[in-house]
């Protein structure tokens, strides 16, 4: 069983047009994110959810807009793509800890968006 | 919120040498964690650091948490082809990870 698994794995699209990635974890935890990761392999946060609610929000530009509709999904719409928006994705999810120790991010396999 | 710098941001080693990535702070962290990302995949948990001068081994390789919180390292003994990837650091803060630019690490057989 995969924890963290996002469709689809591979979308390739033209500009302008709108698409949308979803996200499920099995893990049973609070917390879910969308990371992205461009050319250079710099791992960016863009949102988090805690039990379906929007906790972060990194500066992110409004034409992408995450909606979480139970604390086990976390989908990723992108409105009129645009070249700059070819990256791969990553959903993942964690335990949020009270404890100082921090917590484990568990990523999906990512997936790979091409806007030509 | 914390933020890490990480060096160097490629490394290329023959197969049976050391490798080592840093990862720094100009603040002090409450935590630390290292991942690694085979090429085409995704980061997978490695480890976590959270005490100061703090030392964990796995196989091969070794972690450390500097005595003032503010830098780490991870350090691979005789590198085998199965290590390439990228590796990255990270602290776990406000609720969210924030990730170094990543070592990519290369093995020549």
């Known amino acids: 069983d995969t924890a963290v698994s996002q469709t689809p794995k591979y979308l390739v699209t033209q500009m302008g047009n709108d698409k949308s990635i979803k996200c499920e974890q099995n893990?049973?935890?609070?917390?879910m994110y969308w990371y992205k990761q461009d050319s250079k392999k710099f791992l960016k946060i863009m949102f988090s959810?805690?039990?379906?609610?929007?906790?972060i929000n990194e500066t992110v530009p409004n034409r992408f807009s995450p909606k979480s509709p139970d604390k086990a999904h976390l989908n990723l719409h992108i409105n009129s793509l645009e070249l700059g928006d070819s990256a791969v994705y990553f959903c993942?999810?964690?335990?949020?800890?009270?404890?100082?120790?921090?917590?484990?991010?568990?990523f999906g396999e990512g997936s790979w968006l091409t806007v030509v | 919120g914390q933020q890490v710098m990480q060096i160097p941001q490629y490394q290329h080693v023959q197969e049976g040498e050391d490798f080592t990535t840093y990862c720094n702070s100009s603040?002090?962290?409450?935590?630390i964690q290292w991942y690694k990302q085979r090429p085409g995949g995704h980061p997978v948990f490695l480890i976590q650091?959270?005490?100061?001068?703090e030392v964990k081994k796995q196989k091969r390789l070794t972690f450390q948490f500097g005595e003032a919180k503010k830098n780490s390292s991870l350090h691979i003994t005789a590198t085998q082809t199965t290590d390439v990837g990228t590796y990255f650091c990270?602290?776990?803060?406000?609720?969210?990870?924030?990730f170094g630019d990543g070592t990519t690490l290369t093995v020549k057989p």
């Open positions: 993942a999810s964690s335990q949020v800890s009270r404890i100082l120790s921090g917590n484990t991010i568990y």
């Open positions: 893990l049973g935890h609070d917390t």
């Open positions: 959810y805690n039990n379906k609610e929007l906790i």
């Open positions: 603040t002090t962290l409450s935590n």
């Open positions: 650091l959270v005490k100061s001068g």
């Open positions: 990270a602290v776990f803060d406000a609720g969210k990870s924030t």
